[in-house]
């Protein structure tokens, strides 16, 4: 079965710092992977998503991320936070072959410092 | 395009009792996914439903059963209600393309349930 392992339940940063949020996944093949933001009290919106090709994946509001298969992570990245970043975010995975359901990371809340 | 609506935004139930949710897919989408989200966790799957058939389902107990509709829309029905129900339920919509290795989901803004 396939998993998702989010480190850092809650991460701050300043305003202007790197953010950095953490997710590996385990799978015996490479999942469709992909990043989620949920602000408070909305639904779910798509940050990226990798699925096959380059592996340095660009998402909206200046967030990328890069697979690594023989690190089975998929990590989430910033180069300068902004206050509006402040949210919760969800790795996701989407396993390959029949399977068609999301399973997702606990999540992890970002705070922005100002 | 309206993207995928949901409704209520908000229900309180009290133990015991049955609630319906609602879900209206995006323009174009045939397939509806629910999920529920405990506070303070990831949404976790509970079934899918694609051409008016539940295709999967994740690790849900029977109380909780679905139906779409021709028109794509789908219910999601919970009977003998729990606390442990109490949750924000997410519907997702996606379009089944023969031969794609995913379908991108594209969520509703959930509904909040409170069991008292």
């Known amino acids: 079965a396939q998993s998702v392992t989010q480190l850092g339940s809650h991460v701050s940063v300043s305003e202007g710092a790197l953010v950095l949020l953490r997710c590996n996944y385990s799978?015996?093949?490479?999942?469709?992977l992909f990043w989620y933001v949920q602000y408070p009290n909305q639904g779910l919106q798509l940050l990226l998503k990798?699925?096959?090709?380059?592996?340095l994946v660009k998402g909206i509001n200046g967030f990328e991320a890069e697979f690594k298969k023989s690190e089975t992570s998929f990590h989430l990245t910033k180069p300068s936070a902004h206050m509006s970043d402040a949210a919760e975010y969800f790795c996701?995975?989407?396993?390959?072959?029949?399977?068609?359901?999301?399973?997702f990371g606990s999540g992890t809340q970002l705070t922005v410092l100002p | 395009d309206a993207g995928v609506t949901q409704s209520p935004t908000h229900l309180i139930k009290t133990r015991g009792q049955q609630v319906t949710l609602r879900c209206s897919p995006k323009?174009?989408?045939?397939?509806v996914s629910w999920y529920q989200q405990a506070l303070g966790q990831g949404p976790q799957f509970i079934f899918q439903?694609?051409?008016?058939?539940?295709?999967q389902r994740g690790n849900f107990p029977d109380r909780f059963s679905g139906h779409q509709f021709p028109n794509y829309s789908s219910e999601l029905n919970v009977n003998a209600l729990l606390l442990g129900d109490s949750a924000l339920y997410l519907c997702?919509?996606?379009?089944?393309?023969?031969?794609?290795?995913?379908?991108?989901?594209?969520f509703g803004p959930g509904t909040r349930l409170t069991v008292l």
């Open positions: 997702a919509s996606s379009y089944i393309s023969v031969g794609q290795g995913y379908n991108e989901q594209f």
């Open positions: 799978s015996s093949v490479p999942p469709y």
């Open positions: 990798y699925t096959t090709g380059a592996t």
């Open positions: 996701a995975v989407f396993p390959s072959g029949s399977a068609r359901q999301l399973t």
């Open positions: 323009s174009g989408h045939d397939t």
């Open positions: 439903y694609y051409e008016e058939e539940e295709r």
